[in-house]
C-alpha cells in the first residue's frame, strides 16, 4: 500500500509564517538553543497555548490548568512556532514537566505548524507528580523555518494542572544510534513448525565452517542434533548467516528451542494447531475494522467502541457525502466498508484486492483437495451475522462489497457506472483519534477507472460465490460488475491523481491494463461471455510473464487473474497454458527461496524491499499455493509452509510481524484507534494483525531519524509513528489470512 500519512500538530490558525531556511542558517544551527525562552525567565513570549487553558508563570514555571472532556491530545496546547530546523541535522529536545494529579500523559511534538503537519518527535510520556526530566534525540529530515515544539495536553476525561520548565531544542548533538535488540542469533519460527512440514532456522554467526546444533524439548532434554550449512553473506541483513535443518524431526510438542554457537533460540512449538487459531484471528481483524457499525465488546473483548462515521457528532457522517468541489452535484450514502488501514479512510482500490483475496480462500476451499471447508463456515468468527446459515468470511467480505456498490456513480450522472476512487477527510487527522470522534468533513474523491475494474473484478466473483446463499445479492453483484466494465470501456484512462494525497493516500496507479484483464477473467469465469474471453485472450498480460520478484498487490492485479482462471472452472480455450504459466511463475519463487538463507520467496531488485513487503512476501506463497493445488507437489506446499517462518520470526529482526504471535511480535502498528502506544486506555491491534515489514524507502520522519542507510530486512521499527515500515492494512491481512488458511488445512497431514 503506497500511502502517505502525516500526523496533525494544532491547529493551522496557531501557525505561524517566517522566512524560508537561509544558508546562514544551517551554517549556524550547529549547538545552537533553537528554543527562545525555555526557561520562563522572561515571562512567557513567544510561548503560545490554545483558547482553553488558563496559563501563567507559577515558581518559574509556566504552568496551565487543562480542562476536562477534551476529545484529542491537541485540543488543549502549549507550543511555540517558527523555529528553525535543518535537513539531516540532530537535535535534542530536552524539558521537565509535572502533571498534577498523577498519572496523566503528556504529548511533546516537533514537527511543522502548518499543513501537512509533519511530526519528526512524537513521543508521549507518563508524569509524577514529583516532575520529571525528559529527553529526546531526533533527526531532521527537512529544512524549515516553520517548525513548532508543541505539548499536547487534551484528551483527558478530568481535568488537571500541567506545569513544563526549562525546555531546549539544541542542534549539533550526536545522532542517536538505534541498534534494534535482534535477541538471540539462533533465529526461528516463534509460533510452530508443522510435524510433517520443513523446519529451518538462521544462525548470525561469525563462524565460516559448519557449527554443531542441538534440538531441546521443554524440559531441556537434547531431542535432536547436527551440523549448520554455512551460507555466507546475506544480502538482504548484511550479516554472515548459516542454516539450520531439523526437518527429520517430526514429534509434538510446544516449549522447544535450538541451540547453536553459544545462543538459544526463542521458544517455539511443533504442531498445527497455533495456524488453526492464527486463521481465524486474521481474519477476525476485519471485525475490528468495520465503519458505521458498532464493535462489540461481547465479541471482540478488549475492542469495543461506538459506530464510526454514522452522522453523530463530532462526525460528519457517511450517509451523505458529497464530492470534493467542482467534481459532482450529488452526494452518495457510502456507509459500511472497511476502514482501509491505520487512518479512517476507505479505497475501492485497496478494498478490491482484500475482497479479491477473502473470496479467493473461500473459493478455494470448496475446490482444493487438502481443503477443509467447514473451518470457514457460519460461526467460525463470531460476527453480528454469525448463524445465518452463510459462511462468516463471506458475511465479512460482503461488508465491504456493499460499500463498493455504493460508491458507484448512479444513473443519469455523467460517468454513471463508474466508481468513485476513495471517500475520506478533507484533512489529515493526528493520533490517536477513534473514528466516532473525527470531526473532519468527509469527501468522494473522483471516479477511477482503476477504482471502476476493481468493482468490475470482484462483483463478478461475487455474482458466482453468492448464488448459493444469496441469490438477489448476486444478481445485483454481476448487474454492478456489467455496468463497471461498459463505464471503464467507455472512460479506460481516468487514472487516480498522483497530487490526491490530502487526507488520506493517493493510491495513484498510471496503468489500467491490469485491472482490465483481472476483471475481463473475473467478468468470463462467471459468465462465460465471449466478450470478455475475447478481451482476455487479446491483452498483452495473458501471455506475459507477470510473476514478478515484487508480487502481486493492488498496483499489480493481472496474477489474481491469472490465478483464477488457472484454478477455477471456465472454458477459455488456452487454460493448460495459463496453469503451466503459473507453475513456471511459482517456479521462479520457488528458486529465489531455495537461494536465500533466510527461506524467502522474495528477491527484490537490489534488495530495496518495497512498502508493505510483508504482504508481497506472503502473496508470492498464494501464487505459490495454487502451484500447489494444481500439481499436488509437495515442494510447492512446504515452500509456503516455510515462508511463514519469515513472518512469524526467522529474520533479521528476530521478530514476528504477526500481532499476538511469537514471544516477540509487532504490538504498535500506526493506528489511530489501535494507539496504546500513545494512549494506555487505548488497545493494541488485535491478534492476528500484520505489519507492513521492511520498506527500504522508509517515508515516514520517526524511520527516517532511525533507520538511514538501512540494509533490506532492517528497514522496520516497531513504533506506531513509522507509518512507512509498520502500518496495518486491509489487503496485508488477506494475505496473510489467505496463506494461514492454506497452511492449517494441512493439519490432516
Same mark, same amino acid.
Given at each position: 500500500?503506497?500511502r ?19 544558508p ?15 526557561g ?6 513567544? !510561548? ?32 511555540? *512556532? ?12 530536552g524539558?521537565s ?12 511534538v ?8 509533519d ?43 500541567f ?11 550526536p ?27 538462521t ?16 524440559? @531441556? ?22 542454516t ?17 554457537? @553459544?545462543?538459544?533460540? #526463542? ?11 492464527? #486463521?481465524? $484471528?486474521?481474519? @477476525?481483524y476485519?471485525?475490528t ?7 462489540l ?7 469495543? =467502541?461506538?459506530a464510526g ?29 472497511w476502514?482501509?488501514a491505520? $487512518? ?6 485497496? @478494498? ?7 473470496l479467493?480462500?473461500?473459493e ?20 453480528p ?13 460482503? !461488508?465491504?462489497?456493499?460499500f463498493m ?10 460517468l ?7 471517500i475520506?477527510?478533507?484533512? !489529515?487527522?493526528?493520533?490517536?483519534l ?19 475494474l ?10 458466482r ?10 444478481a ?14 467507455? %472512460? ?24 482490465f ?18 478481451h ?6 495473458h ?8 508480487g ?9 487473474g ?44 537490489? %534488495? ?10 506472503l502473496? %508470492? ?16 506446499? $512446504? ?11 526467522? *529474520? ?14 509487532? &504490538?504498535?502498528?500506526?493506528? =489511530?484507534?489501535?494507539?496504546r &502506544? ?8 488485535p ?12 517515508q ?6 532511525k ?5 533490506? &530486512?532492517?528497514?522496520?521499527?516497531d513504533?506506531?509513528?513509522? !507509518?512507512?515500515?509498520?502500518e ?13 488458511s492454506?497452511v ?6
Amino acid at each position: 500500500m503506497i500511502r502517505r500519512l502525516t500526523t496533525l500538530l494544532v491547529a493551522a490558525a496557531l501557525a505561524a509564517t517566517a522566512p524560508t531556511v537561509t544558508p546562514a542558517d544551517r551554517a549556524s544551527a550547529d549547538e545552537v538553543e533553537q528554543i527562545r525562552n525555555g526557561g520562563f525567565d522572561t515571562g512567557t513570549d513567544p !510561548w503560545w497555548t490554545t483558547a482553553n487553558l488558563s496559563a501563567g508563570l507559577s515558581g518559574g514555571r509556566l504552568c496551565a490548568d487543562v480542562p476536562g472532556g477534551t476529545a484529542n491530545p491537541w485540543d488543549a496546547a502549549i507550543g511555540q *512556532n517558527d523555529i528553525n530546523l535543518v535537513k539531516g541535522e540532530s537535535y535534542r529536545l530536552g524539558f521537565s514537566a509535572s502533571g498534577t494529579p498523577e498519572g496523566h500523559v503528556l504529548r511533546a511534538v516537533v514537527g511543522l505548524s502548518q499543513p501537512p503537519y509533519d511530526t519528526y518527535l512524537d513521543v508521549s510520556p507518563q508524569m509524577s507528580v514529583s516532575g520529571n526530566t525528559y529527553t529526546f534525540t531526533f533527526t531532521s529530515p527537512v529544512d524549515t523555518a516553520q517548525g513548532q515544539v508543541g505539548f499536547q495536553l487534551g484528551a483527558s476525561a478530568d481535568p488537571w494542572r500541567f506545569c513544563v520548565d526549562d525546555v531546549s531544542l539544541l542542534g549539533g548533538v550526536p545522532p542517536e544510534v538505534y541498534e534494534p535488540d535482534t535477541g538471540p542469533r539462533v533465529r526461528v519460527n516463534q509460533v510452530a513448525y508443522l510435524p510433517r512440514g520443513p523446519k529451518r532456522a538462521t544462525l548470525v554467526t561469525e563462524a565460516t565452517d559448519p557449527v554443531p546444533w542441538r534440538l531441546k524439548n521443554a524440559e @531441556g532434554a537434547t531431542v535432536a542434533r547436527g551440523q549448520s550449512v554455512p551460507r555466507g553473506i546475506d544480502a538482504s541483513s548484511g550479516q554472515n548467516v548459516q542454516t539450520i535443518d531439523f526437518g527429520s524431526y517430526r514429534t509434538r510438542g510446544a516449549g522447544f528451542t535450538l541451540v547453536a554457537d @553459544g545462543e538459544t533460540s #526463542r521458544p517455539f512449538d511443533i504442531g498445527t494447531s497455533a495456524y488453526e487459531r492464527l #486463521r481465524t $484471528d486474521a481474519l @477476525g481483524y476485519y471485525y475490528t475494522q468495520r465503519s458505521g457499525i458498532e464493535i462489540l465488546g461481547s465479541l471482540r473483548p478488549g475492542y469495543a =467502541r461506538p459506530a464510526g462515521h454514522l452522522n453523530t457528532a463530532p462526525n460528519t457522517g457517511d450517509d451523505d457525502v458529497p464530492c470534493q468541489r467542482g467534481l459532482c452535484d450529488y452526494s452518495l450514502d457510502v456507509t459500511g466498508g472497511w476502514y482501509d488501514a491505520g $487512518d479512517h479512510g476507505k479505497y475501492v482500490i485497496n @478494498g478490491g484486492i482484500t475482497t479479491w483475496e477473502l473470496l479467493s480462500e473461500y473459493e478455494r476451499s470448496r475446490r482444493a483437495e487438502s481443503a477443509q471447508p467447514e473451518k470457514l463456515g457460519d460461526g467460525t468468527l463470531a460476527l453480528p451475522e454469525s448463524a445465518n446459515k452463510v459462511p462468516d468470511i463471506l458475511d465479512e467480505a460482503r !461488508w465491504e462489497l456493499e460499500f463498493m456498490l455504493k460508491m458507484q456513480v448512479p444513473a443519469g450522472e455523467p460517468l454513471a457506472g463508474m466508481v468513485h476512487n476513495k471517500i475520506h477527510d478533507e484533512k !489529515w487527522t493526528g493520533l490517536p483519534l477513534l473514528p466516532h470522534l473525527d470531526p473532519e468533513k468527509r469527501e468522494l474523491h473522483a471516479p477511477t477507472t482503476q477504482a471502476t475494474l476493481n468493482l468490475a473484478a470482484t462483483a463478478a466473483q461475487a455474482a458466482r460465490i453468492y448464488r448459493r446463499h444469496d441469490s438477489a445479492f448476486a444478481a445485483r453483484a454481476l448487474a454492478a460488475a456489467r455496468a463497471a466494465w461498459a463505464a471503464a470501456v467507455a %472512460n479506460p484512462e481516468k487514472y487516480p491523481s498522483d497530487s490526491d494525497g490530502t487526507g488520506g493516500g493517493a493510491y495513484y496507479d498510471g496503468d489500467a491494463t491490469d485491472e482490465f484483464y483481472w476483471a475481463a477473467a473475473e467478468l468470463f469465469i462467471t459468465t462465460g461471455e465471449k466478450k470478455y474471453a475475447d478481451h482476455v485472450l487479446a491483452s498483452p498480460l495473458h501471455t506475459a510473464d507477470i510473476f514478478t520478484p515484487a508480487g502481486f498487490d493492488w498496483g499489480r492485479t493481472a496474477v489474481p487473474g491469472r490465478l483464477d482462471l488457472a484454478t477455477v472452472p471456465n472454458g477459455l480455450p488456452d487454460r493448460d497454458r495459463v496453469r503451466r504459466s503459473v507453475i513456471e511463475g511459482a517456479g521462479t519463487y520457488l528458486a529465489t527461496q531455495r537461494a536465500h538463507p533466510y527461506g524467502l520467496p522474495y528477491g527484490p531488485e537490489g %534488495n530495496r524491499y518495497d512498502w508493505g513487503s510483508n504482504s508481497q512476501v506472503l502473496n %508470492n506463497a498464494v501464487v505459490m499455493a495454487h502451484a500447489y493445488d494444481l500439481t499436488g507437489r509437495t515442494v510447492y506446499r $512446504d515452500a509456503v509452509v516455510e515462508t511463514l517462518d519469515y513472518i512469524l520470526g526467522r *529474520n533479521a529482526l528476530n521478530q514476528s510481524y504477526v500481532t499476538g504471535y511469537g514471544e516477540v511480535s509487532s &504490538q504498535n502498528q500506526h493506528s =489511530r484507534w489501535y494507539a496504546r &502506544q500513545l494512549d494506555p486506555s487505548l488497545p493494541n491491534p488485535p491478534r492476528g494483525t500484520l505489519a507492513g515489514g521492511p520498506n527500504s524507502s522508509i517515508q515516514d520522519p520517526f524511520a527516517q531519524g532511525k533507520l538511514q542507510g538501512c540494509v533490506g &530486512q532492517f528497514c522496520y521499527i516497531d513504533d506506531i509513528q513509522s !507509518w512507512s515500515t509498520n502500518e496495518t492494512a486491509v489487503n496485508w491481512n488477506a494475505a496473510l489470512a489467505w496463506v494461514a488458511s492454506f497452511v492449517a488445512d494441512l493439519s490432516r497431514d
